[in-house]
């Protein structure tokens, strides 16, 4: 089972790691790496899609990993940051 969501503006890529500590990249040989990061929280996954910005726009939860553990770490990590308020991942089905 999967979850997809759509950010409500994009979120670039490389600030999320910085302003986010403990989130980290990690990767998938199938997947471009270009286009499609994988983040986890050390326990939880999700696949995040660039644009060509390098700037993440949408992502999915696949399987049991639970999307909403990753998201809080990035809402507390983020407070006080430029990227505060940034990261609003809305269910798109």
Request: overall charge negative; some cysteine; aromatic content about 12%.
């Amino acid at each position: 089972m999967s979850a997809d969501y759509k950010l409500a503006q994009p979120v670039n890529f490389k600030k999320l790691l910085k302003y986010a500590p403990s989130i980290k990249e990690t990767f998938d040989e199938d997947c471009d790496p270009d286009r499609v990061k994988i983040i986890t929280d050390g326990t939880n996954f999700l696949h995040v899609y660039l644009n060509k910005r390098g700037q993440i726009d949408s992502c999915t939860r696949y399987g049991g990993n639970d999307e909403e553990a990753i998201f809080d770490k990035i809402y507390e990590e983020t407070d006080g940051t430029p990227l505060e308020g940034m990261w609003n991942a809305c269910y798109a089905g």
